[in-house]
Structures are given as C-alpha cells and as structure tokens.
T-cell receptor
Framework: GQNIDQPTEMTATEGAIVQINCTYQ??????LFWYQQHAGEAPTFLSY??LDGLEEKGRFSSFLSRSKGYSYLLLKELQMKDSASYLC??????????WGAGTKLIIKP | NAGVTQTPKFRILKIGQSMTLQCTQD?????MYWYRQDPGMGLKLIYY???????DKGEVPNGYNVSRSTTEDFPLRLELAAPSQTSVYFC??????????FGPGTRLTVT
C-alpha cells in the first residue's frame, strides 16, 4: 500500500534549527516534495528531491535517501513566521502525489 | 497571470443539495487536480486530469464528478451533498516542471 509518515507536531525555539522527518512506502517513486501550509491557506512549494542527497535553498534544506525511503526537511534560524504545517508528498508513477498528514511546527520565542 | 482561481471561497450546503466548485488556471498546464483536506489531515486526491477530455479517479472519488472540456477549466461537481463532504477543497495544476500550483481553496460545510 501507499504510506507516508511524518510526526504530527513539533516545537522549536526561535533562532534554532529543526529537522522534520518523512518516511515513505509507495508503489512508485518519481520524486519527493515538501510544501509549507499556513493555517487557512493553500500549500506552497518548498523543495523537490528526486536524487539522493541534500538540496539547500536559503534557510531550508531537504535530504533524500531512496534506498531507505526517507527524507527530512531542515529549517535553520527559525523565525516566528515559520510556524506552519509542513507536508511531505511523493510523486508516484501515475502523475499523482501521495501526501503525508503533515507536521505542525510550533515556534516559541 | 492569475494562476489558479477557485470559486466560491465559502459555501454552506444542506444535506442532499448539489453544487459545482469552479477551478480555472491560466498557465496552460495539462495536469489538474482536486484535493480535499479535512482538519489536521493531509491532502486526499479526489480526481485528476492529464489533459482536456481526460479524467481519472483519485483516492476518494465517491460522491463527486468532474469534467475537463478545456485546458483551463476543471469543475468539481458534488451530487447529493452529505456531512462527510464537509472539508476544504483545493484545486491544483501542474506542468512538466515539478511545482504544483494551488488555488486558494473552497471551504464547504454540509449541514
């Protein structure tokens, strides 16, 4: 079956670093996405990994290990505006995205 | 470009009523998607389309119908609304690049 697991909620301190993990088991794999979703808003794209390794984009980095079915999103120098849900999604072979339930990140001053 | 637009933003339906959620994109994307998102949950795919005239079921298609007569428009039809269809509905479009573009969402309550 198709399964994507993420922690339900995480708490971190402003200025710190946080790592949000995602593990997946899907019938096909054509890339892994991370999206940010603020409460009451639509998801917005953060990153895309299709090959193993680390992709860095400013304060955000995303890592993928296809052999382990594992990814993480790393957020550095946390700001209050980073309080949001972070959704992990896998693109399967049929041009569909399979979505995790999301990780709610709470930033404390 | 307006991107992906959805109407209405909010709607309250009575059980058994029907309605159409509108979705339009002006980016000439071939792929379009309808998702629903229940509180605290991820996105569930209802229907998708890979081009005009082609639609396919996603994970949770029961109670919904779609059509894709043009590249731009991908309406979602709810027939005989039920309380279980209370949710936030997002339309998204995609091309051969890797980013899905989302509309602002429609918040639907069925009572």
């Amino acid at each position: 079956g198709q399964n994507i697991d993420q922690p339900t909620e995480m708490t971190a301190t402003e200025g710190a670093i946080v790592q949000i993990n995602c593990t997946y088991q899907t019938s096909g794999f054509n890339g892994l996405f991370w999206y940010q979703q603020h409460a009451g808003e639509a998801p917005t794209f953060l990153s895309y990994n299709v090959l193993d390794g680390l992709e860095e984009k400013g304060r955000f980095s995303s890592f993928l290990s296809r052999s382990k079915g594992y990814s993480y999103l790393l957020l550095k120098e946390l700001q209050m505006k980073d309080s949001a849900s972070y959704l992990c999604a896998v693109k399967d072979s049929n041009y569909q995205l399979i979505w995790g339930a999301g990780t709610k990140l709470i930033i404390k001053p | 470009n307006a991107g992906v637009t959805q109407t209405p933003k909010f709607r309250i339906l009575k059980i058994g009523q029907s309605m159409t959620l509108q979705c339009t994109q002006d980016m000439n994307h071939n792929y379009m998607y309808w998702y629903r998102q229940d509180p605290g949950m991820g996105l569930k795919l209802i229907y998708y389309s890979v081009g005009a005239g082609i639609t396919d079921k996603g994970e949770v298609p029961n109670g919904y119908n779609v059509s894709r007569s043009t590249t731009e428009d991908f309406p979602l039809r709810l027939e005989l609304a039920a309380p279980s269809q209370t949710s936030v509905y997002f339309c998204a479009s995609w091309t051969d690049s890797y980013e899905q573009y989302f509309g602002p969402g429609t918040r639907l309550t069925v009572t």
